[in-house]
């Protein structure tokens, strides 16, 4: 849907300084123009839970980071999520894709387009649901919006086949 | 894998610690670790990581260390703790941060909810050998890696220990404590994490 440069132009544009991320097939096509642009850090970490923590202390280290994960891994985020979204109440923002929303022909019947939302909504995360490449404004009022209120929030990236 | 190995009491590795810190550090504890640092005495970049997410406290220290470049980071986490994020170690050298010290206090246990081993130690494992943190921090690629067994050595050389470029892995052989109880929390998270980012934003010392 998005090219990384688009993807790279909007972080540099919205004040990010870190991409902490775990890539799946789409959002990992971004990594290498998020890691060229300038005063931008691609942390690339092992699994999801660590990429909230990692966000975690580089927002208390005055920094501005975003995360950048596939839904099988907000899944996977749970109790890191939790205690850095709700018990310390860090505003970070989440990019997130929502792996077969546009196509299943790789995995039919994917039980990722059960859970996804539900476990946005359980987890109290505020999410734009983006389905096509007009809808970048989306993703730039919504940080913008959850910035300014200093809460966390979400961009739900519809993806294709896994 | 090891065998038995003498043991300091975490009490006295943490107040070689809480000695030799600079006062501009971060030092970001958990668990059993966080209680006993809280009663030594905290400073106001301190993170003890009360309430927590088991496991997670290495993340952290390495985010601040990664936004803070020009300030020493210290991280001291529990065994049990530590196996639940392995991979942080590899996360922690795939960014390399020169100013991240990682001190592992390994009592074989999980203290706080009744000394139940770990699947680490050798009295929670079939064949009855604890596994070994040191060879875990080399070869997840830790280049400086540090063993001490008895407080008066880990004292000696600490200072030492802080200095090196990081990151840096320590691994300290601790005494368990069961009974002991978890870490209270010293007031609302979300006013300490305003705080904390307050501080370091204006470069407090």
Redo the contacts between chains.
């Keep these: 849907m998005f090219s990384g440069e688009q993807i790279a132009a909007l972080f540099a544009e919205l004040g990010v300084t870190h991409v902490v991320t775990v890539p799946d097939s789409t959002i990992g096509k971004w990594g290498d123009a998020i890691a060229r642009a300038n005063g931008m850090h691609l942390v690339r970490v092992c699994r999801e839970g660590e990429a909230w923590s990692v966000a975690a202390g580089l927002h208390f280290g005055g920094a501005r980071p975003l995360v950048l994960i596939q839904c099988t891994g907000l899944f996977e985020s749970g109790d890191s999520l939790r205690n850095v979204l709700h018990d310390w109440k860090l505003p970070i923002f989440s990019v997130i894709g929502y792996r077969s929303f546009l196509n299943q022909e790789t995995l039919p019947g994917d039980s990722c387009l059960v859970f996804t939302e539900p476990v946005l909504d359980a987890w109290k995360i505020e999410y734009k649901l983006i389905t096509s490449e007009s809808q970048i404004g989306t993703i730039r009022e919504h940080y913008r919006a959850c910035l300014a209120a200093g809460k966390p929030g979400a961009a739900l990236i519809a993806e294709g086949k896994a | 894998m090891s065998g038995p190995r003498e043991r300091m009491s975490q009490r006295e590795a943490m107040a070689a610690l809480h000695a030799a810190r600079r006062a501009d550090d971060v030092v970001v504890t958990s668990m059993g670790a966080a209680r006993i640092w809280m009663a030594l005495g905290a400073r106001p970049l301190d ?1 003890p990581l009360v ?4 496991g ?1 406290a290495p ?10 470049p020009g300030r020493r980071v210290i991280v001291v986490n529990g065994d049990g703790a530590m196996l639940m ?1 392995l ?2 170690l ?2 922690i050298t ?2 390399a941060p020169a100013n991240l010290t990682l001190i592992l206090v390994d009592n074989g246990v999980y203290e706080v909810t009744g000394a139940q081993p770990t699947p680490g130690a050798a009295a929670g494992r079939a064949d009855g050998a604890s596994v070994d943190f040191e060879v875990i921090a080399r070869a997840c690629g830790f280049r400086s890696v540090y063993h001490f067994s008895n407080a008066a050595s880990w004292t000696r050389d600490i200072e030492r220990v802080l200095g090196e470029p990081g990151p840096t892995f320590v691994l300290l052989d601790v005494i368990s404590m069961p009974g002991t109880p978890g870490p209270r929390s010293p007031g609302p ?2 006013a300490r ?1 305003l705080e ?2 307050r501080r ?2 204006r470069g407090f010392s």
Aim: hydrophobic fraction near 55%; avoid cysteine.
């Design positions: 993170l309430p927590s997410s088991m997670t993340s952290i220290g390495l985010g601040i260390a990664l936004a803070q994020n991979g942080s590899v996360t795939a960014a998270a979300a994490a904390l980012r370091l934003a």
